[in-house]
């Protein structure tokens, strides 16, 4: 009986170790189908499941109360798993650079635990080459055991999109590789327990690693360039959504529009593309320029925010900025590498207090990663400038009225709106006497 069938039979576990956006939706699906050890090194974030607390929306409060996921911060039960699934961060450093700290800890912790005729798949977005020579060696070290003898390593980049209800694990089509046919195909089977449209195995392990970062890299360069065309359209005076909205019409039109590009993903994972490039002697060109002006973007929105408020005659220092929105994209708490920073620190620089509102994010992670204290929408009403960051479903639904009643009173003070988002209607808000800007 080969370990697909002593998985579904419940023989055997599977193990999901880092339970955040991508990990616990991945463990609450298998966990309909097979016996399922969740396991993350944050007691705070298991004591939450433990609680049936999403603290992530994925997949609600209710989906964790039902689910049947062991959650635990204890590594050694993963001993009692034989197909480990690896999903911890793989953020960057000041300079750029991988950081490679979470996927070499986490090896550590499996090395330690693993036992012979283990599977160990790596979902982590990494540059070509980091699973078979930075992440088998530490496991190998760790266990005393010899890959693809006592246990087999394959890679399967995630490719959930937080906050995204849409397109989830199920109906995303899965890449599987492996370091050999016979670990390729168990693997395989396994993901196609959760994922209904199937999965496609690629060749090899390197491949499957540089299909994650380049298509993130497609998406961060498309941005780019709508971002670009942006900043230039700004300087002609002309409206890049109304832009955008006439090359629409056209049928192969790819539809991007300008905005803040943060994440853990798309923000994050050209770097590492380019890192392990200029290793070998190659200077990213398209890549790294396409990073640079999305990077930038942050301050170009601020810069605007300065300009109308001078425009309007208001005093730079003592105007009052309300920020709508910190998470890095609509309707979802994750805060991770949120460019919403970059506009609160260029405003800082103008000594600008921005006050910030976000019903989505976390109070103590805003103030933990970015010292910002959120301030409920309620208490806004007295703003010089409502600075439209993030496109909630909150904020669209605001109504005219709840929007002229977050600013000052006074009939002669010029009220300005930015619409990062291009979430207003253009028309609507000039015809209320707002002064407009958007990106």
């Known amino acids: 009986m080969n370990l697909y069938e ?64 062991e959650f635990t911060a204890e590594p050694s039960r993963l001993k009692e798993a034989k197909f480990h699934i690896v999903a911890v ?10 950081d490679l700290s979470p996927i070499k800890g986490v090896s550590k912790t499996i090395g330690r635990n693993l036992t012979k005729g283990s ?20 496991l190998e070290r760790e266990s005393g055991l010899k890959c693809g003898v006592d246990f087999s390593v394959g890679y399967s980049p995630e490719r959930i999109n937080p906050g995204d209800q849409v397109h989830r694990l199920e109906n995303i089509i899965k890449i599987v590789s492996a370091m ?5 195909e168990e693997i395989a089977k396994v993901y196609e327990l959760v994922v209904e449209v199937g999965v496609h195995r690629a060749s090899s392990i390197k491949v499957a690693e540089a299909a994650k970062v380049v298509e993130n890299s497609q998406r961060d360069i498309n941005i780019a360039f709508m971002n670009e065309l942006a900043m230039v359209f700004d300087r002609m005076g002309i409206d890049t959504q109304e832009v ?15 905005g803040l590009v943060g994440g853990h993903c798309i923000g994050v994972d050209p770097y590492y593309f380019i890192y392990e490039a200029e290793k070998l002697g190659y200077h990213s060109q398209i890549i790294l320029s396409g990073r640079k002006i999305n990077d930038g973007m942050g301050s170009f929105v601020a810069d605007a925010i300065i300009k109308k408020l001078i425009q309007a005659n208001k005093v730079v220092k003592q105007s009052k900025v309300v920020i709508l929105g910190l998470t890095f994209k609509e309707n979802c708490p994750d805060t991770r590498n949120s460019k919403v920073e970059d506009i609160i620190k260029r405003l800082k620089e103008f000594e600008v ?18 010292e910002v204290d959120l301030v409920p929408i309620d208490m806004i009403n007295d703003a010089d400038c409502l600075v439209f960051a993030v496109g909630h479903d909150m904020f669209k639904n605001l109504t005219m009225d709840q929007i002229n009643g977050m600013f000052i009173s006074s009939s002669n003070e010029e009220k300005i709106i930015i619409d990062v988002k291009s979430i207003l209607n253009k028309e609507i808000i000039l015809d209320s006497g707002f002064t407009y800007w958007r990106l």
């Not at 050999?180 to 390729?184: G, I, T």
């Not at 994010?361 to 103030?367: R, T």
Request: glycine share 6%; hydrophobic share 40%; with cysteine.
């Open 6 to 69: 002593k998985l579904v039979n419940k023989e055997e576990k599977i193990a999901v170790v880092g339970l955040g956006y991508v990990g616990m939706p991945i463990a609450v699906a298998f966990a309909k189908k097979v016996n399922v050890i969740g396991f993350d090194l944050n007691l705070l974030k298991i004591e939450q499941y433990k609680k049936g607390i999403d603290p992530t929306n994925e997949v609600g409060d209710e989906a964790i109360r039902q689910t049947t996921v």
């Open 89 to 98: 961060p793989t953020p960057i450093n000041a300079d750029k650079t991988p």
């Open 119 to 138: 599977i160990v798949v790596f979902e982590s977005t990494v540059y070509p080459g980091v699973t078979e020579d930075i992440c088998i060696p530490i």
């Open 180 to 184: 050999d046919e016979e670990s390729l």
């Open 244 to 258: 955008v909205e006439a090359m629409n019409t056209k049928w192969n039109a790819l539809k991007f529009t300008p």
């Open 353 to 370: 207090e921005p006050i910030v509102v976000d019903p989505y994010a976390n109070p103590e992670e805003a103030n933990h990663e970015y």
